[in-house]
Every structure is written in structure tokens, then in C-alpha cells.
T-cell receptor
Framework: DAGVIQSPRHEVTEMGQEVTLRCKPI?????LFWYRQTMMRGLELLIY????????DSGMPEDRFSAKMPNASFSTLKIQPSEPRDSAVYFC?????????????FGDGTRLSIL | AQSVSQHNHHVILSEAASLELGCNYS??????LFWYVQYPGQHLQLLLK??????LVKGIKGFEAEFIKSKFSFNLRKPSVQWSDTAEYFC????????????FGQGTTLQVKP
């Protein structure tokens, strides 16, 4: 039973470069979440989708961040241009139904380092 | 504003000690409550959840949590911790009326000494 799959697991790049993080949710799940985790701010929700539609992107830090979900089995989080303060672990999570009493299932995360 | 507060940021215990991690929330309306655990270098995993019924909820690995509505609390407990419980623990709350969002606490790092 495959869980949430994220790629890459690690990304190191120079500031100013475009970064694309990828997520494949669990099959059949129709809600998808992007989080960022840092020591300073803990776990922050960036954006979430229900049925491929963005519902709440109020956590997206600024216009350099964008997220898409072109279909039920794939989502991307893009940072362009990247900055050192974007360094963090980015988690994707999916949930079976768009109801808050259902648990979210997390991927292994992408550890992003911007030099 | 909706918020979750975990009072203990870093807890150090010896094996076999009892554990209680505090979680208080601020949310108007009916809530759904979760505890997640993150072992070093791994992703968050669900420990237990509450959304209705018996306010004392039992989860995996011997953990339990009690929902006390009057105190807006959902504290996590374990009678006897093991070294393998060393991890970060997150409390999260979601409203039953909204369609998705969970608010996470800042997390509590538990270190269990063998």
C-alpha cells in the first residue's frame, strides 16, 4: 500500500534558481496539503486542495510560491526565484475525504536547502 | 483566532516514567482533535484522533488522550515511556464545519533516556 510519495527527497540549489517539489497522493484521496516545517516556525500549512481545486492558499508566503494540482494523482509546489530563507522541509499530505475528522497521511518530505 | 498551544517544548524523561503532554486549543464550535508523532528523520504519523463519543481515546503504541471540553484541552498520556518513544509530538485541531484545514501546535520534543 503506497503512501504519499514526494520527490525529490533532498534538493540543494543556489538562490535565484527555480525549485519544483512533487507529490503523489494516496490513490483515492481527494484532499491534498502542502506544509513547510522549520525550527523557527514549526509546521505551517501553505495551501490545500479539495478535488484538485485550491481551497485555501493563505499560508503561501509570497508570490514566489505557487502550487498546482492538474489531476487527482499529482501536485507540484514551485518556488521561483528561491531564496535562502526558503530552506526547510516541505511535506505533502493527503486525506481520503474533504472532512476534517479524517486523518491526513504525510509523505516523507523534501529537505530543501537554498545556498 | 484559531490556535493550538503545546506548553511543553522539550521534555526529557527516563524509561518507564509516565508522560503527559499538554495541548490546549482555541476554536469556536465543534472540533476534531489529533495527535501526530514524528520520529527523527521521518514523516508525521497519526497517533490517535477524537471527533465524537468517549472523550478518552486510545491510540497506537500505548498512547491515549483525553478530551476535556470545558478546559479546551486534549492532553496526551502514556503510563510508561520507552526509549523508542523519542520523537516530536504534534497536537492538531480542525473544525467539524470546515472542509479541511488542521491547525498544528508548535510541537513537543520528547527525549527518553535509556
Amino acid at each position: 500500500d503506497a503512501g504519499v510519495i514526494q520527490s525529490p527527497r533532498h534538493e540543494v540549489t543556489e538562490m535565484g534558481q527555480e525549485v519544483t517539489l512533487r507529490c503523489k497522493p494516496i490513490s483515492g484521496h481527494n484532499s491534498l496539503f502542502w506544509y513547510r516545517q522549520t525550527m523557527m516556525r514549526g509546521l505551517e500549512l501553505l495551501i490545500y486542495f479539495n478535488n484538485n481545486v485550491p481551497i485555501d492558499d493563505s499560508g503561501m508566503p509570497e508570490d514566489r510560491f505557487s502550487a498546482k494540482m492538474p489531476n487527482a494523482s499529482f501536485s507540484t509546489l514551485k518556488i521561483q526565484p528561491s531564496e535562502p530563507r526558503d530552506s526547510a522541509v516541505y511535506f505533502c499530505a493527503s486525506r481520503e475525504r474533504a472532512m476534517s475528522n479524517q486523518p491526513q497521511h504525510f509523505g516523507d518530505g523534501t529537505r530543501l536547502s537554498i545556498l | 483566532a484559531q490556535s493550538v498551544s503545546q506548553h511543553n517544548h522539550h521534555v526529557i524523561l527516563s524509561e518507564a516514567a509516565s508522560l503527559e503532554l499538554g495541548c490546549n486549543y482555541s476554536y469556536g464550535g465543534t472540533v476534531n482533535l489529533f495527535w501526530y508523532v514524528q520520529y527523527p528523520g521521518q514523516h508525521l504519523q497519526l497517533l490517535l484522533k477524537y471527533f465524537s463519543g468517549d472523550p478518552l481515546v486510545k491510540g497506537i503504541k500505548g498512547f491515549e488522550a483525553e478530551f476535556i471540553k470545558s478546559k479546551f484541552s486534549f492532553n496526551l498520556r502514556k503510563p510508561s515511556v520507552q526509549w523508542s518513544d523519542t520523537a516530536e509530538y504534534f497536537c492538531a485541531v480542525g473544525g467539524s464545519s470546515n472542509t479541511g484545514k488542521l491547525i498544528f501546535g508548535q510541537g513537543t520534543t520528547l527525549q527518553v533516556k535509556p
